[in-house]
């Protein structure tokens, strides 16, 4: 069954987890990239901040209009050469928690219909609301092990 409380709470929690475990990743190991096109901590965690908007935007589009059209979501090709290094990490950091808290305060007002509701996205074969946050709950959680992955990586090339 579904359960949109139990994603609610993961969704409130993951900076709780994020935040501190980026703050341990030695400042050696922040922006170091174990390869070419493979992203470093620091962008991982900056990742997590840029995304918000998106998700604001998706939800405000699939309360107000039935069945939207979700547009799909690729890193450009800006980020994926580096973009995001550039980025301050204690400010995104902030901008991820303050940006989580205030989407949590807006899922608790859904009601059981609103999680239900639909859009199309070319990638998925169902998406709804749920499924979009429990998406951001996995896709933050995705993150942290990366971050986790290069906090404890031993081998560096």
């Not at 996205?121 to 998406?135: Q, T």
Request: charged residues 25%; negative net charge; hydrophobic residues 40%.
């Amino acid at each position: 069954m579904e359960n949109p409380e139990t994603v609610v709470a993961a969704l409130e929690n993951a900076p709780a987890i994020i935040v501190p475990l980026v703050g341990g990743v030695p400042e050696s190991v922040l922006k170091r990239r174990p390869s070419a096109h493979k992203w470093s901590a620091h962008e991982h965690a900056c990742h997590l901040a840029e995304v918000h908007p998106l998700f604001f935007e998706r939800l405000g589009l699939m309360l107000s209009e039935t069945h939207p059209y979700i547009t799909p979501y690729h890193p450009d090709a800006e980020m994926e050469d580096g973009a995001l290094l550039k980025t301050d990490l204690r400010d995104a950091l902030e901008r991820f928690s303050g940006a989580r808290q205030r989407l949590v305060e807006q899922l608790k007002k859904l009601t059981a219909d609103d999680w239900q509701r639909t859009g199309r996205h070319d990638e998925y074969n169902h998406y709804s609301i749920f499924i979009m946050f429990r998406h951001l709950a996995l896709h933050d959680m995705l993150h942290a092990y990366r971050i986790e992955e290069l906090l404890l990586k031993k081998d560096w090339e």
